[in-house]
């Protein structure tokens, strides 16, 4: 997949790039010699085509977990057809020449009809801090011991 020519140093670059971890590939992008101009483009050159190449990646595994799920819910309706079948003519156990099929109870579970009434069995959750309103907060105006805000930086490749 290429959105860009690319000289050779860096066609070599996009070409280990998944095999490199990345500090190799820092040291490998700063041994080439050019000027930072120029150095800074073919980088971003090549972060846009890996970046592309995560897309098709991300919607490859997309379409591939719709399969699954499409085969285990045909899986499970074939169970279940199967376990219907067999307890209509009232047989547990098949025994055919390569597979034996069975059907056995499950281990015992709780149905629970109105969760309002077991208030004794709720389990408290663990407090999670709201950095929203703690962001809030700090933005307008109000000193905060243990936080401050914050301001990072980030690379925009357009």
């Not at 050019?34 to 990646?57: F, H, Q, R, S």
Request: proline letters at 1%; glycine letters at 6%.
């Amino acid at each position: 997949m290429k959105l860009y020519e690319l000289t050779q140093n860096y066609q070599n670059v996009l070409d280990i790039a998944e095999q490199l971890e990345a500090e190799t590939l820092k040291d490998t992008l700063d041994a080439i010699t050019e000027g930072i101009e120029i150095k800074a483009e073919n980088t971003a050159k090549v972060i846009k085509t890996l970046e592309a190449e995560v897309a098709g990646l991300d919607a490859e595994i997309k379409r591939m977990s719709e399969r699954k799920s499409a085969i285990k819910n045909n899986i499970d309706g074939m169970k279940r057809y199967l376990k219907e079948e067999l307890e209509k003519v009232g047989t547990d156990k098949v025994k055919g020449q390569h597979l034996t099929i069975r059907i056995q109870n499950n281990p015992q579970s709780v149905r629970v009809e109105d969760e309002s009434k077991l208030g004794s069995y709720l389990v408290e959750q663990p407090k999670k801090l709201d950095k929203k309103a703690l962001l809030a907060d700090l933005k307008a105006g109000k000193e905060i011991d243990g936080a401050e805000i914050q301001q990072g930086r980030s690379l925009r490749i357009v």
